[in-house]
């Protein structure tokens, strides 16, 4: 049975992922208390990395925009696994994005907007949140972005 926040998704064209497996020693979400905090999701759809690159050079900021979303896809799906259902979800709290950036590249907060929105449309008003929109140098595996949520849940 889909849950509310999955039937948004579908409504938006979009459908949660396996979990991506973790590229180093890490777990993709721990809870503590009633909050879940994810580790960082790459843009990797059926086990791939979708694009590698800087924003602003080898990555168009379009396309940039579109890999925050993918990444915000591998968050929920990470929720889900250690929580069961994402209707639980009672407030997204935090989402920090990382955008490896061409030195010139100021566009961050745009990149990190494809989250944003996309967790916004999924959870309605509990999908806003605080945000940081970082440009960083390099990412893992040369991607072009990577993104951390954390969710407060409520027991199931």
């Known amino acids: 049975m889909s849950s509310a926040v999955e039937t948004r998704l579908q409504g938006l064209g979009r459908s ?15 809870r503590s208390g009633d909050l879940v905090f994810t580790s960082g999701q790459l843009p990797i759809v059926d086990g791939q990395l979708v694009a590698t690159g800087k924003v602003g050079a080898e990555v168009s900021s379009a396309l940039a925009h579109n890999l925050a979303a993918v990444c915000a896809l591998n ?48 959870f309605g008003d509990a999908g806003q949140h605080a945000r940081s929109a970082v440009g960083v ?8 972005v990577e993104v951390e949520v954390i969710v407060q849940v409520r027991s199931a």
């Open 75 to 122: 968050a929920m799906a990470a929720v889900k696994d250690l929580i069961g259902d994402l209707d639980l979800v009672v407030q997204v709290v935090k989402v920090v994005g990382f955008v490896a950036s061409d030195a010139d590249f100021d566009g961050q907060p745009a990149v990190i907007n494809g989250a944003s929105d996309l967790l916004s449309a999924a």
């Open 137 to 144: 140098a390099v990412l893992p595996r040369n991607a072009p």
């Open 16 to 30: 949660l992922p396996k979990v991506a497996a973790p590229v180093a020693s890490y777990v993709p979400a721990v």
